[in-house]
């Protein structure tokens, strides 16, 4: 006898790439697709999300859309419970463009972080937040580029606690 009821589960791999053409397919998204660099680094981001992102994004539960804005680098902003939104900035974009996108990626991988942390949605100390993101991006194999970026920020407590942490998962991971 068949068993109607029985769904196919569908892969990792699967959720990733439907994820991946919903992503491109927005509207609010035709500012990436018009220039193939950023493309390019948004498609590694997608390719490269974690099992918790996939989860987090899968199947449009959730929504993250990344809207070009004015600041420095990007913020990540809850604004519904399901729809969020990433602002992306002026040097960033840069970053995505130049000769070092990954450097661009780890940074959309952080602001990324926040959102499927749910930053937004509880209280945190903002460090800690920080750190958590941070962690996300190195998840996603891009702590050496988020570190560097970090290390090209005026240097404060908070930029030199994130480095330490970061330079501490990645010494532990090679030894």
Known sequence: MLNFFKRKTKTLGQ????????????????????????????????????EEAINFLYPNR????????????????GTKKNT??????????????SGAPLMGVAVLAHELGH???????????PLQAQCEADE?????????????VLMDEVPTIE???????LTSMILSHNH
């Open 84 to 97: 969020h939104l990433i602002l992306v900035y002026p040097d960033l974009v840069k970053m995505l463009t």
């Open 136 to 148: 996300f991006a190195y998840d996603m194999g891009l702590g050496h580029e988020l570190q560097e």
């Open 159 to 165: 930029t030199r606690t994130r480095i330490a942490r």
């Open 115 to 125: 959102i499927v942390k749910g930053h937004s949605f509880k209280v945190i100390d």
């Open 15 to 50: 959720k990733r790439d439907e994820i991946k053409e919903a992503f491109f397919q927005s509207p609010h998204h035709s500012w990436i697709n018009d220039n193939r660099y950023i493309k390019r680094a948004f498609a590694f981001l997608l390719d490269n999300l974690s």
């Open 62 to 77: 959730r929504e993250a859309f990344f809207i070009k804005g004015n600041g420095r680098l990007g913020t990540a902003l």
